[in-house]
T-cell receptor, first 110, second 117 residues
Framework: GQSLEQPSEVTAVEGAIVQINCTYQTSGFYGLSWYQQHDGGAPTFLSYNALDGLEETGRFSSFLSRSDSYGYLLLQELQMKDSASYFCAVRMDSSYKLIFGSGTRLLVRP | EAGVAQSPRYKIIEKRQSVAFWCNPISGHATLYWYQQILGQGPKLLIQFQNNGVVDDSQLPKDRFSAERLKGVDSTLKIQPAKLEDSAVYLC???????????????FGPGTRLTVL
């Protein structure tokens, strides 16, 4: 079967940095995506890594190590609006089919 | 640019009843996905269409769920008959391309929250 593991909850203070880890075991792997979902809202795309290394987009960065089957999402200068659930998702083949993890609920405190 | 539209937003039914959800993807998007998201879990892919053909329906409970995408645009997902465990948010997503080396972002609709009593 396919499995993605991420912490269920993370709490951090406004202005701080937080890292959300994701480890995966899948039968195929093309890349790792991250999506953000606010309560009652739709998932929205944050980033995609196909190759090893760090990708930076504003306050958010995403890292992938294919040899370790591991990735993380790094959120800097946390803001209250960053309180949401964050999902890692593996793209398993060329069809863009995604397998999602169970999500990490991030709570940003003042 | 208009996003992915879904209706209804909320639906409450009794078990063993039928229900249908509708999705209108972003104009020009070839690929359409239906996901089931149970509270506290990540979205689970039910079915993927490329234009009006099914690419993957391996996780669709075909004894009770059906989906179609006539004319390669709008799509409907039906549950008949519903069970208590079908209570979830049903998300529709679309993406521009089908299979390329570049990443192809999925755009999600607001979802339909289904409660089965």
């Amino acid at each position: 079967g396919q499995s993605l593991e991420q912490p269920s909850e993370v709490t951090a203070v406004e202005g701080a940095i937080v890292q959300i880890n994701c480890t995966y075991q899948t039968s195929g792997f093309y890349g790792l995506s991250w999506y953000q979902q606010h309560d009652g809202g739709a998932p929205t795309f944050l980033s995609y890594n196909a190759l090893d290394g760090l990708e930076e987009t504003g306050r958010f960065s995403s890292f992938l190590s294919r040899s370790d089957s591991y990735g993380y999402l790094l959120l800097q200068e946390l803001q209250m609006k960053d309180s949401a659930s964050y999902f890692c998702a593996v793209r398993m083949d060329s069809s863009y089919k995604l397998i999602f993890g169970s999500g990490t609920r991030l709570l940003v405190r003042p | 640019e208009a996003g992915v539209a879904q209706s209804p937003r909320y639906k409450i039914i009794e078990k063993r009843q039928s229900v249908a959800f509708w999705c209108n993807p972003i104009s020009g998007h070839a690929t359409l996905y239906w996901y089931q998201q149970i509270l506290g879990q990540g979205p689970k892919l039910l079915i993927q269409f490329q234009n009006n053909g099914v690419v993957d329906d391996s996780q669709l409970p075909k004894d009770r769920f059906s989906a179609e995408r006539l004319k390669g645009v709008d799509s409907t997902l039906k549950i008949q008959p519903a069970k208590l465990e079908d209570s979830a948010v049903y998300l529709c997503a679309s993406s521009l391309k089908f299979a390329t080396e570049d990443y192809n972002e999925q755009f999600f609709g607001p979802g339909t929250r289904l409660t089965v009593l």
